[in-house]
């Protein structure tokens, strides 16, 4: 059996870091899981929200998780990002984005002194600061993006429902400049090697909500894959199907 389990966030452990309400059975998978001496890891496209504000709002909703244990799209971009050696970023993002990029010591700026644009989900985005992103992207700074999402669902200022996602921001760029995409997001293997750490992907298992990011990412590197929920995809076939985590929980332990 598997030794290392990882999640989505949205959609699996809970419904969206918009409201993060989590999802039945989350805690006692997660703890039992861990009791068992399983390693544990959740993985999301998310950028919206910095890693340090998923990790806090899920702890204290009861979630027995670890910093350490966190990989989002914005976080591990930051770091991919500074591990290039790039340090100015232009920035298309809410704040969560932001906020990963200056824990690890990268700087965002709004001029010509970027070295690097990097895309998020930004569901206040002007034309204004779309634009400068292109010019800046002709010119030849490298185009990253956090998150490889076309859309994806939530709440924001009183408006409820799907939204525009980071990779639609950032194809539009790549539209426009015939310039190519460094994305950091499921279903591209950086934020799945990142999360695995060294375990050999025989040995893990990905459990998402969304056939593409969550299966297809994960079926790439040779993990194993449990789809949740009700949509497919042709061509893409998980290991397991499951209704939701407690179908998932009776299934590990009957």
Same mark, same amino acid.
């Given at each position: 059996m598997w030794r290392h389990f990882l999640f989505d966030i949205e959609g699996v452990i809970c419904d969206d870091m918009d409201n993060a309400n989590l999802k039945e059975m989350a805690v006692k998978l997660l703890e039992?899981?861990?009791?068992?001496?399983? +390693?544990?890891?959740?993985?999301?496209?998310? *950028?919206?929200?910095? +890693?340090r504000f998923v990790f806090e709002t899920l702890k204290l909703k009861g979630l027995p998780i670890e910093l350490e244990e966190v990989f989002t799209a914005g976080y591990v971009a930051a770091k991919y990002i500074r591990d290039l050696g790039f340090k100015r970023c232009f920035v298309i993002s809410e704040g969560g984005l932001r906020e990963d990029l200056l824990e690890l010591g990268l700087e965002p700026v709004d001029d010509e002194s970027a070295e690097v644009v990097v895309i998020g989900t930004d569901r206040g985005l002007t034309y204004q600061r779309l634009n400068y992103a292109m010019r800046l992207v002709i010119k %030849?700074?490298?185009?990253?993006?956090? %998150?490889?999402? #076309?859309?994806?669902?939530?709440?924001?200022?009183?408006?409820?429902?799907?939204?525009m996602?980071? *990779?639609?921001? =950032?194809?539009?760029?790549? $539209? =426009? #400049?015939?310039?190519?995409?460094?994305?950091? %997001?499921?279903? $591209?293997?950086?934020?799945? /090697?990142?999360?695995?750490?060294?375990?050999?992907?025989?040995?893990?298992? /990905?459990?998402?909500?969304?056939?593409i990011p969550d299966v297809m990412g994960a079926k790439s590197l040779g993990m194993s894959t449990v789809l949740v929920g009700g949509e497919r995809a042709l %061509?893409?076939?998980p290991d397991l199907v499951v209704s939701g985590l407690r179908e998932l929980y009776e299934y590990l332990y009957p």
């Open positions: 039992r899981l861990k009791r068992e001496g399983k +390693r544990v890891s959740l993985v999301s496209n998310v *950028s919206r929200k910095s +890693r %030849g700074r490298k185009l990253v993006c956090a %998150g490889a999402s #076309t859309i994806f669902k939530g709440s924001y200022l009183g408006d409820a429902g799907y939204f996602g980071e *990779s639609s921001i =950032a194809e539009a760029i790549k $539209h =426009a #400049t015939k310039k190519e995409v460094e994305y950091v %997001g499921k279903p $591209h293997p950086r934020i799945f /090697m990142e999360a695995l750490n060294g375990e050999e992907p025989s040995n893990a298992v /990905m459990i998402g909500d969304r056939p %061509g893409i076939k």
